[in-house]
């Protein structure tokens, strides 16, 4: 295999990665979208939910692109050589269909390549911010605080010695749960 083919092959495992940020950016959205259909939440939980939605846009449309190219990519790498007239070739039939600008024409192999991994990589992006406002969304949600203190009932409730202090943590911070019970007292 000579360089040209690796490196088409290389770009076509990119593409594939990309495939799977766009499924986990799409993913993210219908999570958020069930969010705000069936849970009510407050305001600004609600914003941050519909900022994973909306993130999700430029999201998809950049996993769009990978996947053109993604299948252009899969054609290159079939081709033992890959000089200039494949490529001229591409150009040509890109431009007919309006999908390339002119001033990218005559691009070597590996510049287009780079093209591609920087759309992985906005991609990607995209992905962890989407991933950032839905932490954030579930960390306003369910706060700290709450977390730590179930963390600490789990702890307390495995050791049998401690049943005293975990009913009185109980009673002490009654958050909503009325008429709870330690199940399997020794």
Avoid at 111 to 124: E, P
Wanted: overall charge positive; aromatic content about 6%; proline content about 4%.
């Amino acid at each position: 295999m000579n360089t040209h083919a690796w490196q088409s092959e290389l770009a076509v495992g990119a593409s594939r990665a990309g495939r799977l940020l766009a499924l986990a950016a799409l993913a993210f959205a219908l999570l958020a979208l069930a969010v705000l259909a069936f849970a009510s939440t407050a305001l600004w939980v609600a914003l941050f939910w519909s900022g994973v939605v909306l993130m999700a846009l430029p999201a998809l449309y950049l996993g769009t692109r990978i996947e053109i190219d993604h299948a252009l990519f899969l054609r290159l790498a079939r081709i033992p050589d890959v000089s200039p007239e494949p490529l001229a070739e591409l150009d040509a039939a890109l431009a007919e269909l309006n999908l390339s600008a002119s001033s990218h024409a005559g691009r070597p192999l590996v510049a287009r390549i780079s093209g591609l991994l920087k759309l992985v990589r906005r991609l990607g992006w995209c992905v962890a911010l989407q991933t950032g406002l839905a932490l954030l969304a579930v960390w306003l949600r369910y706060p700290p605080s709450h977390a730590i203190m179930w963390v600490g009932l789990a702890v307390l409730s495995r050791n049998p010695t401690n049943q005293i202090s975990t009913e009185a943590i109980m009673r002490k911070r009654m958050i909503g749960f009325v008429g709870l019970r330690r199940k399997n007292c020794a």
